[in-house]
């Protein structure tokens, strides 16, 4: 279903009859009605208009025909289109074939346009005699399009350039030269070098310039650097408190050093690496050294996963 238009909303009780008498006013002339004077019959308003506009155009047209007499006064003529060249007749000798005649036809048709892009090319024109034969060449007139678009664009150009010129100032620095700039340049960039090195030792006490003849009682009061303390520094290898080192130090504490067993392979691997260069990969090491070297690593991983075990029943 399409939608439902409303109707237009008749609100209040009007009079018909008066109603209607302001319906009838508005159309009043608008209607199709006898005329009230059939002798006096007025001149249509149409045509009165159509009078009016032709009467307008003619005094245009008039008057955009003298404008373009004026203008084409003043402007000088330019042939646009030089004279085409007359193309050679073409007549059927008496005897001669259809494939003949028709290539000769061709080989006259290359020959012009040969000749033609001759004369395009030098700017020339080759001068023929009623027989055909070339008689001479004649260089061809400049054409006046294309020296007017060329005074043109020469006008254009000397106009950037008058703008891109500015008239020097008799206030304004002189110009420098490359050389000048880059020798400013390095000596701006010397100068905020020393003062950047001026400002890094400025904590440093001055040094002292002592006259000829002077004396001098005691020697000059130096300030040490201030240093940074140890415990500032970064943990050496050894010195971090790790989850491990509580399990060898409880070991240690409890049993000697007999009854150590990772003591022990310590030890050994510490007297094999007298000898041994352990920097390379383990396969290349000695099968006794792979050996210690695997116990030791199960011993610590044992260690740890006990320790971990009793943290997690101590938290629980």
């Known amino acids: 279903m399409g939608r439902k238009i409303p109707g237009k909303k008749h609100r209040g009780v009007n009079d018909p009859?008066?109603?209607?008498?302001e319906r009838l006013a508005k159309i009043k002339d608008k209607i199709n009605a006898p005329p009230l004077n059939p002798e006096d019959q007025q001149v249509p308003r149409s045509l009165s208009r159509i009078i009016e506009l032709k009467n307008r155009a003619k005094q245009g047209l008039f008057n955009k025909k003298q404008n373009k007499k004026e203008k084409s006064a003043q402007k000088p003529k330019i042939s646009k289109r030089k004279p085409e060249k007359p193309l050679p007749k073409f007549e059927r000798r008496p005897g001669e074939s259809d494939w003949i005649f028709k290539r000769r036809m061709n080989r006259i048709c290359q020959d012009v346009i040969r000749e033609t892009a001759f004369e395009d090319k030098y700017?020339?024109?080759i001068k023929r005699n009623e027989d055909g034969?070339?008689?001479g060449v004649e260089k061809r007139p400049k054409d006046e399009l294309q020296v007017l678009m060329k005074k043109v664009r020469k006008e254009n150009k000397e106009a950037k350039t008058?703008?891109?010129k500015k008239k020097p100032r008799a206030d304004s620095e002189p110009k420098l030269t490359k050389s000048q700039k880059w020798a400013l340049k390095q000596a701006e960039k010397k100068r905020k070098k020393q003062l950047a090195t001026d400002q890094d030792h400025s904590y440093l006490p001055q040094k002292e310039q002592i006259k000829f003849g002077e004396i001098v009682h005691a020697p000059p009061s130096l300030v040490a650097p201030r240093r940074v303390d140890k415990s500032q520094e970064t943990p050496r290898p050894g010195q971090k408190q790790l989850?491990?080192?509580?399990i060898f130090s409880n070991s240690e504490n409890s049993s000697g050093t007999s009854n150590?067993?990772?003591?022990?392979t310590k030890s050994s691997v510490s007297n094999a690496s007298k000898s041994i260069n352990k920097k390379g990969k383990r396969k290349d090491l000695p099968h006794a050294m792979r050996r210690q070297l695997d116990k030791q690593q199960k011993e610590i991983i044992e260690a740890y996963k006990i320790l971990k075990?009793?943290?997690i029943k101590t938290t629980n």
Not at 17 to 21: G, R
Not at 260 to 264: D, E, G, V
Request: glycine share 0%; hydrophobic share 25%; net charge positive.
């Open 133 to 135: 034969e070339v008689e």
């Open 17 to 21: 009859e008066k109603q209607q008498a």
């Open 309 to 311: 075990s009793k943290k």
């Open 243 to 246: 989850l491990l080192k509580s």
């Open 260 to 264: 150590r067993p990772l003591h022990s």
């Open 162 to 164: 008058k703008k891109k």
């Open 123 to 125: 700017n020339v024109d």
